[in-house]
T-cell receptor, first 114, second 114 residues
Framework: ETGVTQTPRHLVMGMTNKKSLKCEQH?????MYWYKQSAKKPLELMFV???????ENNSVPSRFSPECPNSSHLFLHLHTLQPEDSALYLC?????????????FGPGTRLTVL | AQSVSQHNHHVILSEAASLELGCNYS??????LFWYVQYPGQHLQLLLK??????LVKGIKGFEAEFIKSKFSFNLRKPSVQWSDTAEYFC????????????FGQGTTLQVKP
C-alpha cells in the first residue's frame, strides 16, 4: 500500500546538522500528523495539521519544526537534535481531524542522532 | 492522565490457539477505540475500530474486539491464530471531543509458531 509515503526511510545525522523528513499522502485527505515512536515507549503524537493549519502541538521542542505547504505534503525540519531524539518518526493522514476519522500511517523514517 | 495500557508485551502461541490481548484505558470522557497492527516490515494499519453501538466489533482477518465500558477495556480476540498473524498489535483511544489525538498503548508483540 502506498497511500502514505515517507522519505528518507533511514537517516543518520550529527547533532549540529539540519535535515528534513518528508511525508506525502495520496489519499485526498485533509489532515496530517507526525508521531514519534521510541524504543519501548508508546507512539507519541507530535503535531496535527488540518487543511494546512497546525491544530495541535503536543509540547514538542522547538528543534522540531513542522511545515505543511499543502494538504498532500508534510515536512518535519530537524536542527540541533539530541541523541535521545533517535526514534522512528511516523507520518499519518486522515480525511479530517475528527475523532471518527481513521488515520493511515506511512512506513516511517528511522532517525539516528549521533 | 490519559493513557492506554496493554498488559501483555510479548505473547507466543502455537497455530490454532486462541488469542486475547488486553487493553485498558484511562480517559476522562467518552472515547473511540482502535486496534492497529504492524506486520514485520510493514506500516501500521487499522485492524478494527469502535465508535458506538454493538460493543462487539469485527475487523479484518477474523479479529474481533469487545468494548466493556464498566471495565474501560477493549480486548482483542481471535479464535484461532495463524502463523501470518505474527505482528505487533497496538491499542489506541481518541476522545470523542478531541481533535485528532490518538493515544497509543505500548504494543504487544505476537509470535505464532507454525
Amino acid at each position: 500500500e502506498t497511500g502514505v509515503t515517507q522519505t528518507p526511510r533511514h537517516l543518520v545525522m550529527g547533532m549540529t546538522n539540519k535535515k528534513s523528513l518528508k511525508c506525502e499522502q495520496h489519499l485526498g485527505h485533509n489532515a496530517m500528523y507526525w508521531y514519534k515512536q521510541s524504543a519501548k515507549k508508546p507512539l507519541e503524537l507530535m503535531f496535527v495539521y488540518s487543511l494546512e493549519e497546525r491544530v495541535e502541538n503536543n509540547s514538542v521542542p522547538s528543534r522540531f519544526s513542522p511545515e505543511c505547504p499543502n494538504s498532500s505534503h508534510l515536512f518535519l525540519h530537524l536542527h540541533t537534535l539530541q541523541p535521545e531524539d533517535s526514534a522512528l518518526y511516523l507520518c499519518a493522514s486522515s480525511q479530517g481531524p475528527s475523532s471518527t476519522d481513521t488515520q493511515y500511517f506511512g512506513p516511517g523514517t528511522r532517525l539516528t542522532v549521533l | 492522565a490519559q493513557s492506554v495500557s496493554q498488559h501483555n508485551h510479548h505473547v507466543i502461541l502455537s497455530e490454532a490457539a486462541s488469542l486475547e490481548l488486553g487493553c485498558n484505558y484511562s480517559y476522562g470522557g467518552t472515547v473511540n477505540l482502535f486496534w492497529y497492527v504492524q506486520y514485520p516490515g510493514q506500516h501500521l494499519q487499522l485492524l478494527l475500530k469502535y465508535f458506538s453501538g454493538d460493543p462487539l466489533v469485527k475487523g479484518i482477518k477474523g479479529f474481533e474486539a469487545e468494548f466493556i465500558k464498566s471495565k474501560f477495556s477493549f480486548n482483542l480476540r481471535k479464535p484461532s491464530v495463524q502463523w501470518s498473524d505474527t505482528a505487533e498489535y497496538f491499542c489506541a483511544v481518541k476522545g470523542k471531543s478531541n481533535t485528532g489525538k490518538l493515544i497509543f498503548g505500548q504494543g504487544t508483540t505476537l509470535q505464532v509458531k507454525p
